[in-house]
């Protein structure tokens, strides 16, 4: 059975207010993924934009990501769909 994009966004929520310390959004999406026996990579229609955008925080404070809109670079180019 697949899990909705709610379902998934509620389980990764409900790991990081569960965290201790620092929240790693990152890692509660992973976790999420493998208790759902999802790949990482499909999971990628299933994080909200809230979520996307703690995730693109988490990344950019770890200097993941460049923080320009411009570079191809940033998550946000990461999530949208190219045709």
């Not at 899990?3 to 790693?24: H, M, Y």
């Not at 909200?48 to 703690?54: A, C, Q, T, V």
């Amino acid at each position: 059975m697949m899990i909705s994009r709610k379902e998934f966004s509620e389980q990764v929520e409900k790991l990081l207010a569960r965290s201790k310390g620092t929240p790693d959004v990152m890692s509660a999406i992973i976790k999420v993924c493998e208790v759902n026996k999802i790949e990482p990579e499909s999971a990628k229609r299933l994080i909200s934009i809230p979520l996307k955008e703690k995730l693109q925080a988490e990344a950019e404070k770890l200097n993941m990501i460049n923080r320009h809109t411009r570079s191809q670079s940033t998550l946000a180019g990461f999530f949208t769909e190219k045709k």
